[in-house]
Nanobody, 115 residues
């Protein structure tokens, strides 16, 4: 059974930074492209960032491009999201999953950007 555990969220002021981490267990994550998603209150879950199974390529939603960086460590079975220049509209619960939401969702990690 695949388990996803996200961490690293918190309260940060606009312009600040956070680094999210996702630990994947129950599967060899290196066999899968991975993504970060987010869901803001009253909105549908949206794709934020994607990385290929080797980590060689990534892509981002227009709203975070140039500010967020996705990375992975296939030895540790982890995926990370470095978030810089945070804006209030980045406030959401952030989730990781295989691309396409293949596995059951974890609990997510709350990111709140507010002064």
């Amino acid at each position: 059974q695949v388990q996803l555990v996200e961490s690293g969220g918190g309260l940060v002021q606009p312009g600040g930074s956070l680094r999210l981490s996702c630990i994947v267990s129950g599967v060899t994550a290196s066999s899968y492209a991975m993504s970060w998603y987010r869901q803001a209150p009253g909105k549908e879950r949206e794709l934020v960032a994607y990385i290929t199974y080797t980590g060689g390529r990534s892509r981002y939603s227009d709203s975070v491009k140039g500010r967020f960086t996705i990375s992975r460590d296939n030895f540790k079975n982890t995926v990370s999201l470095q978030m810089n220049s945070l804006k209030p509209e980045d406030t959401a619960v952030y989730y990781c999953n295989a691309d396409g939401g293949l596995w059951s969702w974890g609990q997510g990690t709350q990111v709140t950007v507010s002064s």
